[in-house]
């Protein structure tokens, strides 16, 4: 009844051409019918073609990591330009040593963020001195946390890496935007 109610309503507004509106409606008043025709088409805009130089995580699973739709098998370390394989079998062995491409770029990373598989675990304190000592933030995080920071980071526009280790187990791809629903 109600449904039937608004259709009548809204088969007798007269559609307005988009140059004719001179106000945007406000957020914080109720909508009407008339400012309803606004909202009716809805445009999508894809990140990744709008900014295809960023680099964003669409699933992990036990075996790696889908980045920008490319496949990527075991560990990897991600960059603001380029995905390579992170030579790391656990959190233990994070060494200063294996850290060492994050500081060695241009323009330099502001954050690293590392995904220590289905846990967060510890890094080895001195591992976390020598990256503050270059200046560099660290966010340790499970590995499911961390690949969504590294994917919020990348769309704020900062300049990020990570360092990630997939979860182990039987874990099926998961898409990180089906995850958000």
């Known amino acids: 009844m109600a449904a039937a109610v608004l259709l009548r309503c809204l088969s007798r507004v ?7 509106l001179s106000w945007a ?12 025709e606004l909202y009716q088409r809805t445009r999508i805009s894809l990140l990744q073609r709008e900014s295809p ?4 995580i669409d ?3 036990s075996r790696g990591f889908t980045v920008n739709g490319n496949r990527v098998l075991g560990p ?7 995905v390579v394989q992170w030579n790391v ?24 963020v590392v995904g220590t598989g289905n846990r967060t675990e510890r890094l080895q304190p001195e591992v976390l001195r020598a990256m503050r000592r270059r200046g560099i933030a660290v966010e340790v995080q499970d590995t499911p946390n ?3 920071t590294f994917n919020f980071l990348c769309h704020e526009g900062r300049v990020t890496g990570a360092a990630l ?15 958000a629903e």
């Open 146 to 148: 961390a690949c969504a």
């Open 165 to 179: 280790i997939p979860p182990p187990g039987e874990t099926s791809v998961l898409s990180l935007g089906q995850a």
């Open 59 to 61: 699933s992990y699973s």
């Open 89 to 112: 079998g656990s959190h233990q062995d994070i060494t200063e040593e294996s850290f060492s491409l994050f500081w060695m770029l241009e323009p330099r990373i502001e954050i690293v």
């Open 25 to 36: 409606p406000r957020r914080g008043h109720r909508l009407s019918p008339a400012d309803d």
């Open 14 to 20: 007269k559609p307005t051409p988009r140059c004719a």
């Open 76 to 82: 990897c370390a991600l960059l603001p330009h380029s």
């Open 53 to 56: 130089h960023v680099m964003y």
